[in-house]
């Protein structure tokens, strides 16, 4: 029985058994329970949690239930919808590089939500609530990306990775120049909000947001789990997955739906949050092995402690200069390396 890289024993198939999972999950709830209360408690101002508690009308109290916890929910539902649909499509593709920033999905989201905040005045005189309009037009945008990907990666023997993710890169530079044309056409002052949120800034959601939120990425997430050992069984490509009794087409249609409303949902609050879709999913492999079942559930509560730590180092980096890098530019350079990483494995 060999180790995991995070000292786990593990089965030598590479399977946990239900205890050994049951402890896995529990490690990471219990980190990504200590990154919020880390990302609660630190930042450019310290907050003392007894006064918070106990006055909550104090300062501390404003920060702590006004904006920390806000942000650091936001933070969670972001990092585990994110990093369950990156495992769900590297399943699919049986590909450790696919990602919905690499495939296009993120970019597709960002292209449909950027249209919205573009069009916000507009939006408003028609009486459409903002952020239903921008959460519907980035899940269109990454059901287009999805589609597009997915359609040109279509084989008669099933998916070509490789072209699908070559047609995802495509259409994250279409993408790009759609979202670049779009704010050379607004105001200064619009422009840069768009870069603002671009950039992948948590910002500070109103509480019936975020339930909504929660739900759809909650729904999206428990889709993946029940699909997961579909997933394991197109692993054997879709003629042996189909002798087997997986209605592959059902399968895909229905993962493809609930990742990318997670991935659209992740988008549509915080903007493009890089790579945590393919750090967190191959981490997790690395320590559980390659089964679904095991790997989208750990996905989702790695992916939540993931964006709460980065969340957390992006608040606190340049607190002695009174402003603070966006979680997405550290998450971007931490996944650009690894991403290279990855690559090199995978052509050596």
Partial sequence: MADSPLGIPMHANGRFSPARLAVALAVLSAISAAAFVAGALFGAEKVDLTSALSQPD?????????????????????????????????????????????????????LGGTLALAASGLIAAMGIASGVWVSGTAFFGAMLATWLAFAAGRTEGGLDATRTLLAGVIFNSFAAAGITLLKTAVSPEKAQELLFWLTGSLGYESWSTLAAAAAATGVSIAVLVRQSHALNLLVLGDDGAAALGVEVARVRLSVFLAASLAVAVAVSLTGLVAFVGLIVPHLARLALGPDQRLLVPASALGGAAFLLAADLGARLLFVPLGTELPAGALTALAGGPFFLLLLRRKTT
């Fill in 58 to 110: 104090s300062l501390d109290g404003r920060i702590l239930f006004g904006l920390r916890l806000p942000r650091l929910v936001l933070a969670a539902i972001a990092g585990a919808g994110l990093s369950a649909a990156g495992a769900a499509y590297q399943g699919l593709l049986r590909n450790p590089l696919a990602d919905p920033f690499v495939l296009g999905v993120s970019g597709g989201a960002a």
